[in-house]
């Protein structure tokens, strides 16, 4: 089993979007994964450009951040915790047009940590030739390498891979909810996505402790002795600090 596993889509950040309601429900949800083998939390809060500006969403998480690590210290005082998840931030970012000539500051620093990796969530109608052609730029022109977040979403109307296996095969990474190896409708088409080698990441996107908790280690068991140990840990345990 693997145990340094990194959930890399998570809404754990308090009051950001719809995720964490509050710091308390955060901790609650960091203790969820820490309990379940997650040593690394990417936290990734929706940025909706139509929504917001760069600045002001990272001020927004910089105080959130702040609010939770205030209430992991009150944690420790208070039970003398010490095991934490190690915590990146990161964001959701909803693809627009124009995001492969955002500025390069602001589009390093919607990044995931120290890394060139930029989670994107694209549309949920059939993708145009300027929704792959933005994603190409993003990682040629602008070296940035696109995380298309929640693969699974789209299932219902990817007739046509290749555009993907291509944008793959320059770098980008295509990331599946644990929620889709559950699914009744979803889950021999995530296993058929697995087993062709399009899936590089397999993560929570964790939203609350009601019904979207951290779940990463359920997708290690669902998918332990039905594909190869070493797929199993590419997949849970991607690193992005040591994958240019």
Not at 37 to 55: I, M, Q, S, W
Not at 144 to 154: E, N, Q, S, T
Not at 171 to 190: C, D, P, W, Y
Not at 192 to 214: K, M
Request: with cysteine; glycine share 4%.
């Amino acid at each position: 089993m693997v145990t340094n596993m990194i959930d890399w889509h998570t809404h754990i950040l308090p009051s950001m979007d719809d995720g964490s309601k509050n710091p308390e429900e955060s901790i609650e949800m960091l203790k969820i994964s820490k309990n379940g083998g997650v040593d690394t939390v990417v936290l990734t809060p929706h940025f909706y450009p139509n929504k917001d500006n760069p600045a002001r969403f990272l001020r927004h998480r910089d105080r959130s951040f702040e609010k939770l690590k205030a209430c992991m210290v009150e944690q420790d005082e208070a039970q003398n915790r010490a095991e934490w998840p190690d915590l990146i931030l990161g964001a959701e970012v909803y693809y627009f047009h124009e995001l492969a000539a955002m500025n390069q500051r602001d589009l390093k620093k919607l990044c995931i940590g120290d890394s060139n990796y930029l989670m994107v969530e694209l549309p949920m109608e059939s993708w145009s030739r300027d929704v792959y052609a933005t994603l190409e730029a993003l990682i040629y022109n602008r070296r940035i390498i696109p995380v298309l977040a929640h693969i699974d979403r789209y299932f219902h109307f990817i007739k046509d891979r290749t555009p993907l296996e291509e944008l793959a095969n320059e770098g980008m990474l295509i990331q599946m909810n644990v929620g889709a190896l559950e699914g009744f409708f979803s889950r021999r088409k995530a296993a058929n996505w697995i087993d062709e080698g399009l899936v590089h990441v397999l993560a929570s996107d964790c939203h609350n402790t009601s019904d979207r908790l951290p779940n990463l280690h359920k997708g290690q068991e669902i998918l332990q002795g039905r594909i190869d140990e070493s797929v199993i840990g590419r997949l849970v345990s991607f690193n992005p600090f040591k994958n240019p």
